[in-house]
């Protein structure tokens, strides 16, 4: 009898275990995945959008004394500020910007020794140089003295040197332009003096955005002031920026470029950064020897301010909405 009880009772813990795993499975066939969550929406700019700056920072009181002037917000490629944007003028010591893209992307050896000839001096206008003639620079050194210290020998070397000669580098440069659709753009010598160098300064945002390809720029652009080496003396030969600003702290400028003829007026492109917002900057035909640094520091204050009055402004129209 005792047998037959515990056969009984291993029957019932069989069964009971076959009941439950069979509810076990029962119960996860029954239970449906959960939906896949949904992505998180992309969170929102941190900061001001350009179109917000134009309709609530107030440009149009920004009086400048440049008589062509743009300022692009380089992030979302909108104008912030504009006069006469599409307005040729002959740009000067500007076109030294296009003479060095077309050497870089010639792909020419920088180490390379270069004489300073009397076939360089500026014929135009009787510009003097600190490179005499017979002085032997590397092409790195004379593309430094070019755009930083804007000397119209060094550009004229650069020219003079290139493969087919200046007017093979004008075409160059005449072609580079009209790849990068600066329509109202035309070059005619390597250093700027011929007024018949004449652009826009919506164009030259073009071109400022195409040297960002050539990291070099920023260097040969934006250092206070470097020595270059006179390979046949072995004496060093010290130059000084045109642009002011780079020797201040206040300005984060990634590059530079200044230039100046009677028909030109004072000019200036700089690429840099106000409040975290990157910008291209052109001036051209600025009056008075001092107004493009004048205008450039109006340009910052206003933008400052603008950066901090348009949140309010737009935080204060959503509540009352």
């Not at 119960?27 to 700056?53: F, K, L, W």
């Not at 917002?277 to 008075?288: A, K």
Request: charge should be positive; proline fraction near 5%.
């Amino acid at each position: 009898m005792a047998a037959v009880k515990l056969t009984i009772l291993a029957a019932l813990v069989t069964l009971g275990g076959v009941a439950a795993a069979t509810f076990h499975l029962t119960s996860n066939a029954n239970v449906s995945e959960p939906p896949a969550a949904e992505p998180a929406p992309a969170p929102a700019p941190t900061y001001i959008r350009a179109a917000d700056i134009v309709q609530y920072g107030q440009p149009n009181r920004l009086f400048l004394q440049s008589a062509v002037a743009i300022v692009m917000d380089d992030r979302e490629g909108v104008v912030l500020y504009g006069r006469n944007v599409d307005r040729p003028r002959p740009i000067a010591s500007l076109t030294k910007l296009m003479t060095a893209l077309v050497t870089l992307e010639a792909g020419l050896p920088l180490d390379e020794p270069i004489e300073i000839t009397r076939e360089d001096r500026d014929r135009l206008r009787g510009t003097r140089s600190r490179l005499n003639f017979g002085a032997v620079l590397t092409r790195y050194d004379l593309l430094r003295a070019a755009l930083g210290a804007s000397d119209n020998r060094a550009a004229a070397a650069l020219g003079r040197t290139y493969p087919g000669g200046l007017e093979a580098m004008v075409q160059a440069m005449n072609a580079k332009a009209g790849q990068l659709g600066m329509t109202h753009t035309r070059y005619a010598d390597s250093s700027g003096l011929d007024n018949s160098n004449v652009s826009t300064a919506r164009d030259l945002t073009l071109l400022v955005a195409e040297t960002q390809k050539q990291p070099l720029f920023h260097v040969l652009t934006t250092t206070p002031e470097f020595r270059v080496t006179n390979l046949a003396t072995g004496r060093e030969i010290a130059f000084f920026n045109t642009n002011r600003l780079v020797r201040r702290e206040s300005w984060d400028i990634a590059l530079s470029k200044t230039g100046y003829t009677a028909a030109a007026g004072n000019c200036l492109i700089m690429q840099t950064t106000i409040d975290s917002r990157p910008l291209t900057i052109v001036l051209l035909d600025s009056w008075g020897k001092f107004s493009r640094y004048g205008d450039a520091g109006r340009i910052q204050r206003w933008l400052q301010s603008a950066e901090r009055r348009v949140p309010r402004l737009l935080s204060a129209r959503a509540s009352a909405s």
